[in-house]
């Protein structure tokens, strides 16, 4: 789960009681919400929930596997974001950044997908050695000693 690959975005209003449900199904496959020290956001905790229910109906065999060839095919039944305004959009956001050339702004997420992969094990090795340190082996010490050299400061 979690590659970087192409995808569409989709936007959707979650109701309360599939809300909850999601939380439940998160600790159900393992996800430790709090590992995440709050940056984990609803709407890819319900990325993860979909695509671990769409995998488990895949394996029982209830949909088919795709090899992804079909996905043009099969997207062309839903209409597409206008091109036009998508466009339009760009010029305006261009148009802005143009106008405030002083304006400078912090990525909020990493730049390096494999620095963000590292700080989410060295907060969990960090939370891991702080509530259980009985159950922290040797291997778990060695690999946070590098983690905290490169995000302890």
């Known amino acids: 789960m979690g590659n970087l690959t ?5 936007r959707m209003r979650i109701n309360p009681k599939d809300s909850m449900r999601i939380v439940d199904a998160l600790h159900r496959i393992g996800v430790d919400v709090a590992a995440y020290h709050g940056t984990l956001s609803f709407s890819h905790a319900t990325k993860m929930v979909l695509e671990s229910c769409l995998m488990a109906l895949e394996k029982d065999g209830l949909i088919p596997t795709r090899d992804g060839f079909e996905y043009t ?5 839903f209409p597409r974001r206008d091109e036009a305004k998508q466009s339009r959009y760009k010029q305006i956001k261009f148009t802005q950044l143009d106008s405030h050339p002083s304006h400078t702004t912090q ?9 963000a992969k590292r700080r989410i094990r060295y907060n969990e090795l960090i939370i891991k050695h702080e509530s259980d340190p ?12 590098g983690l905290i050299s490169e995000f302890q400061t």
Do not use: C, Y
Not at 6 to 10: A, C, H, K
Not at 73 to 77: D, H, T
């Open 73 to 77: 095919e099969m997207m062309a039944a």
């Open 107 to 115: 990525p909020i997420v990493e730049d390096d997908f494999d620095k």
């Open 6 to 10: 192409g995808g569409d975005v989709v």
């Open 134 to 145: 009985i159950n922290f082996d040797n291997s778990e010490l060695i690999e946070l000693g």
